[in-house]
């Protein structure tokens, strides 16, 4: 589990008006979830997850697409989508709804855990 990977985090996410966590839900169970966050900037998709016996439904096109909605509204006019490297089928889909991988920035990332205890040594 990662740094930001805890109830606490989500809690919080989900209290943020600049953010929305999208929720695909069959028979009274998640199926699906799709972060949005918008920094004043760009708006950004993060851990879009499919229940694995859900995939290949069309599920995870309707939970971009209420992101998408839901960034009209806010008026975000660019989108960043953020996928780990070793998921070449996460490529794969955001390349297949209009999301072409940029190959132009890289990605720095550090927690403020590990920044501030790495300045103090």
Do not use: C
């Not at 919080?12 to 699906?32: H, K, S, T, W, Y």
């Not at 439904?57 to 953020?82: D, K, N, P, S, Y």
């Not at 720095?108 to 501030?116: D, I, R, S, W, Y």
């Amino acid at each position: 589990m990662g740094a930001t990977d805890q109830v606490e985090q989500l809690r919080r996410v989900v209290a943020n008006p600049a953010a929305v966590l999208v929720l695909a839900v069959a028979e009274d169970q998640i199926i699906g979830t799709l972060l949005g966050a918008f920094d004043g900037w760009r708006g950004n998709m993060y851990r879009l997850v499919v229940h694995p016996s859900r995939r290949r439904q069309g599920i995870a096109r309707q939970l971009v697409r209420q992101v998408e909605h839901v960034f009209a509204e806010w008026g975000v006019r660019r989108i960043t989508v953020l996928i780990e490297v070793d998921r070449p089928w996460a490529i794969e889909f955001w390349t297949a709804v209009g999301y072409p991988r940029d190959d132009h920035v890289i990605r720095h990332v550090g927690t403020l855990e590990e920044l501030v205890k790495s300045r103090q040594g």
